[in-house]
């Protein structure tokens, strides 16, 4: 478990070693948004392959291996940007969201909306500098975000998670 606040000079970019194993059941993790610098949810939370991806504004979100949510009803698949096709609104604050991926699925539920989206993911490629895989990233885009991340291990807990997942 850690938490990030982003600061005014420190970077917004974090992926979380070591890499996720989306083999058998998948990886299972939970991200609380503690606190947010507007309403607008402006936070990438989601993976990425290519851990060297520039680190500026939501350029990483913009990298062929990252996907994930964005305040600002926008999804991220390959580094394309979708607005408002799925559904999705904005991260908000005290919003507590499980996450799960599966070798080709990437899933998130928000507690708080009692909702779930997901997005196919593609295959690592070999060719960045992490040998094809992919990691737990967030981009903090405005000062004074505040996330906590916390593995979620607890059986009973991912048996429930996977029963959400499979409505």
């Not at 917004?12 to 070591?18: A, E, I, Q, V, W």
């Not at 979100?61 to 979708?82: E, M, N, Q």
């Not at 960045?128 to 996330?147: C, K, L, P, R, V």
Request: aromatic share 14%; glycine share 10%.
């Amino acid at each position: 478990q850690f938490s990030y606040e982003k600061g005014e000079y420190d970077s917004p970019f974090l992926s979380c070693k070591p890499s996720l194993d989306g083999s058998g059941d998948g990886f299972f993790w939970k991200v609380i948004v503690n606190k947010l610098y507007s309403s607008k949810g402006n936070i990438f939370i989601g993976i990425i392959g290519n851990i060297s991806a520039p680190q500026k504004k939501l350029l990483d979100a913009r990298d062929a291996t990252s996907y994930g949510w964005i305040g600002g009803h926008t999804r991220v698949i390959g580094g394309s940007l979708g607005y408002r096709d799925s559904g999705w609104t904005k991260f908000t604050t005290g919003e507590c969201l499980h996450f799960h991926f599966k070798s080709d699925k990437l899933t998130m539920y928000s507690v708080q909306k009692n909702r779930k989206f997901t997005m196919d993911v593609a295959p690592p490629t070999s060719c960045n500098d992490n040998g094809g895989a992919y990691y737990i990233h967030f981009n903090a885009i405005n000062d004074d975000t505040q996330i906590t991340l916390k593995p979620l291990t607890d059986k009973d807990a991912r048996a429930r998670l996977l029963s959400k997942f499979d409505r």
